[in-house]
């Protein structure tokens, strides 16, 4: 099966079935013959993601009825064709031969001419893409854009246009197999430019690159994790003795960088989701670090966990993902707005059952990969508010003082968007 016909069935499980492009898209890129096949699945499923309301308003403006039923795939299999004419350097007629191609591949040969004639119309009109609404001229549904207008009315347009933006390839120095200096002149002898970032082992690369180019990547020397991820376990700040609970783990980048920060500290990576778990235990095992894994729900602790109260906790809460859409462009059309009431819900189950579980004196860091203020300053806001026994600690990163935790706003210093608090418990 031709890579436009795989490209198709990606979306199609994205858009119709719910599932994320991280899993959909590796799903079929394993039918891919080759590795520059891949890449160009990657680009289109990608691209569509990014540009899908103007794609959708394109080919549904050609189509005198819409696919329905089992032909549905054929709208994802138009939505690939038009990505390629709109965004890509290849050629239009290999465009659409190849698409017309898949087509047959799919099996719908009566259909293949409707697919050809919809995009050699799309190639002769040669009109501009759609933007006569919001959503159109943003590429972002109306109920997102609204939220972001209220959140930040003078910056909202400026974090969409971040969150379109292809985002760089940061890594984490291993402060365990050697210093961050040490690993950005072996990067350099490879001839991979990059540069320290903002947090003590960020490293932050000019141009992407397959992790078996790295120098020692498979022997544990660093892992990929996004500049702002990084400030997690940093802020956390672990000692080596305590008892830490990274509660919702997975896939474990923070885990495995708490212990490189304190690697006599006694870490408990905790998760809900069991296949997702098993990442944490993969990448612990390649970085040759330990932590007790264990596969169970950070609003009711009681149920998996015996032992003492915890020294220190990291929360890195369920979240709408919202700060990592140039990450996750699918994102957009995953979640919905009320989506965000619910997750704020599940935010605070979790937040006050991980403070019972809490030691007097310790600290617990409030994450998210957010930027919307329901799951992040207001959250902690409402969590003071009922919690006479928790103080919120500044971080020295934030704009100002007076701010309520620290937001990270998508592209600022070349970072994913993200949130933290720090508070502390009263002895």
Known sequence: MNLRAL???????????????????????????SSKDKALMAEICYGVMRQLPQLDKCISDCLTKPFKGKQRILHQLLLVGCYQLYF???????????????????????????????????????????????????????????RLQQAYPKDWQQ??????????????NNQLSQTRDSYLALLA???????????PNAILLDSAKDVAALPGFMQGTASVQDGAAQWAATLLAPQNGELILDACAAPGG????????????????????????????????????????????AANIDAWWQGAKFDRILLDAPCSATGVIRRHPDIKWLRKNNDIA???????????????????????????????????????????ARTPDAQ????????????????????????????????????
């Open 7 to 33: 490209a198709a069935k990606a979306i199609f499980d994205v858009l119709e079935k719910g599932m994320s492009l991280s899993v959909a898209l590796p799903e079929q890129q394993q039918h891919a013959v």
């Open 392 to 427: 919120l600690v500044p971080i020295s990163q934030q704009m100002n003082e007076q701010d309520i935790g620290w937001q990270i706003l998508p592209g600022q210093d070349n970072m994913d968007g993200f949130y933290y608090a720090r508070l502390v418990k009263a002895q």
């Open 88 to 146: 890509t350097r290849i050629p239009a007629h290999a465009a659409i031969s190849e698409t017309a191609e898949a087509c047959r591949q799919l099996r719908f040969d009566g259909l293949v001419k409707v697919v050809n004639g919809v995009l050699r119309n799309i190639q002769r009109s040669e009109k501009p893409l759609n933007t006569d609404s919001d959503t159109l001229r943003y590429n972002t549904p109306a109920w997102f854009i609204k």
């Open 159 to 172: 974090i969409i246009e971040q969150s379109h933006q292809r985002p760089p390839m940061w890594l984490r």
């Open 254 to 297: 923070k885990t495995c960088h708490i212990i490189e920060q304190a690697p006599l500290a006694e870490v408990v990576a905790v998760d809900f989701d069991e296949k997702r778990l098993a990442r944490v235990q993969q990448n612990l095992d390649r970085l040759n670090l330990k932590a007790q894994v264990i596969h169970g729900d």
């Open 342 to 384: 619910e997750l704020a819900q599940l935010q605070r189950q979790i937040f006050d059952h991980c403070w019972q579980w809490l030691k007097p004196g310790g600290t617990l860091l409030y994450a998210t990969c957010s930027i919307l203020p329901e799951e992040n300053r207001q959250q902690i806001e409402a969590f003071l």
């Open 189 to 199: 002898e490879q001839q991979i430019n990059a540069k320290a970032g903002n947090s």
